[in-house]
């Protein structure tokens, strides 16, 4: 099987600071050795059994903030193992404390560019690739920094399993609608839904999505499958 690789680097995130609280600081000393990972620059196969210790449906949110969405997802689903990555170091603390304090076993934070992960993962290995509330680079001079463009399909597409989700929820509209173009041009992927989905009952409400609500901006969801004999089976019965 060939190994997609993604196009010369433009990042697709804003490289962010933040100052570590105590506990946030004490959470990322006792608990990265045992949750988390640093992404590579070596491009080296990670294998997901090792990471987890064990061999489960696999869940990657790309952006995953705060980590309070992380935490939601993976407390009420132990059978899928959650992989959440950011380069927002307090986030990815926070969430540390986070699946100390819940008591969760399925949850490992990853640092670094989502893209290069991606390309470090093994083909068809991803149940489901979750993108909440991605940066919009509202600009347009800056939409080539967009996560969700024609570019990164592929690579996010060949990472799931057939019948796989790819999951993008984003309160700015002209972002939601260059996304679901780049979705559907894909011969690979399936839309759940006629356009855009009806807002799924357990994704967790972010700040990110109240914020988004407060400012008056409406929220858009993409559900797509990855074709195969699930996808396939859930598209006929539409």
Known sequence: MHTVRHPARIRTFHPRR???SGRH????ARLWQRFGLDIADSG???DPAAVFGRRAPLVLEIGSGMGEATA?????????DYLAV???????AHLLDLVERGGLTNVRVARGD???LLAQLPPGGLDAVLVFFPDPWPKARHHKRRLLQPAHVPLLRDRLAPGGTLHVATDWADYAHAALAALAADPLLVNAHPGFAPRPARRPRT?????GEEAGREVFDLVFRRAGATADVLAGAR
């Open 72 to 80: 939601e997802l993976a407390g009420a689903d132990p059978d899928r």
């Open 207 to 211: 700040k990110f999505e109240r914020r």
């Open 114 to 116: 989502a893209l290069d």
């Open 18 to 20: 933040g100052r570590l």
């Open 44 to 46: 080296d196969p990670i």
């Open 25 to 28: 600081r004490d959470a990322l």
């Open 86 to 92: 950011d380069v927002h170091t307090p986030g990815l």
